[in-house]
């Protein structure tokens, strides 16, 4: 076995993390290539109507901090004007990491989301809506940068403000989906979130994940906490 990174945080291995590593890694690769390919035409007819919406790269990349801190690249759908200020982002979650972002009203009641953000675009709305805006990560999970199932990844200016318990958050692969996402989504407080984040990190198994895999299509299909 090798020896641990001491950049990374430690946390409780399954029984066999060898075996369920090799099986994680097989079900991310064969899983996103065929998605990719499956997908293709959602993927086109999402390019094509940002395009004829607004200015602007099809595509959104950002900067986001892996497992053990390791910095990719995300790949997402634009949803945003491509002039777009982060600042207001950035406040909002430094705010909500705190425990002192406001909630804001939405269809589904309270969430702990920007809400009505004029930043986005009116196609930008419907990616996020149908979460169609997530599909570009495949190709991260098929790269290695993520897996299909793990805590979201962080933007760097988010774990400047984490506690030493919350980095537990980077000792995993992040994921495309996860057990916050079908439990709660942006209806729960930062703690909260971490909370499940590292339950999951605990309990993870090639069983756990396919249940998070198979509960994320009714929250999809919901849009429930999608805005």
Known sequence: MQAADPACPRVVEPSTPS??????????????AALLCG?????AVCALAIRLDSAGPVFFRQQRVGRCGKLFTILKFRSMRADADAG????????????????????????????????????GRWLRRTSLDELPQLWNVLRG????????????YEIEHYQPAQLQ???????????????????????AMVVLDLEYIRRRSLGLDLRILL?????????????
């Open 145 to 156: 940068d993520m897996s299909l199932v793990g805590p979201r990844p962080p933007i760097p």
């Open 88 to 123: 207001p982002h950035r406040a909002y979650v430094v705010a909500f990491i705190q425990g002192q972002a406001p909630r804001h009203q939405s269809a589904e009641g309270a969430v702990y989301k920007l809400v009505d953000d004029p930043r986005i675009t009116r196609v």
């Open 19 to 32: 075996l369920y590593e090799l099986s994680k890694r097989v079900l991310d690769v064969v899983a996103s």
């Open 39 to 43: 997908l293709a035409p959602v993927f």
């Open 169 to 191: 958050r980077l000792a995993v692969r992040p994921g495309l989906t996860g057990l916050w996402q079908i439990s709660a989504r942006s209806t729960s407080t930062f703690e």
């Open 215 to 227: 509960g994320t299509i009714p929250a999809v299909l919901r849009a429930r906490g999608a805005h």
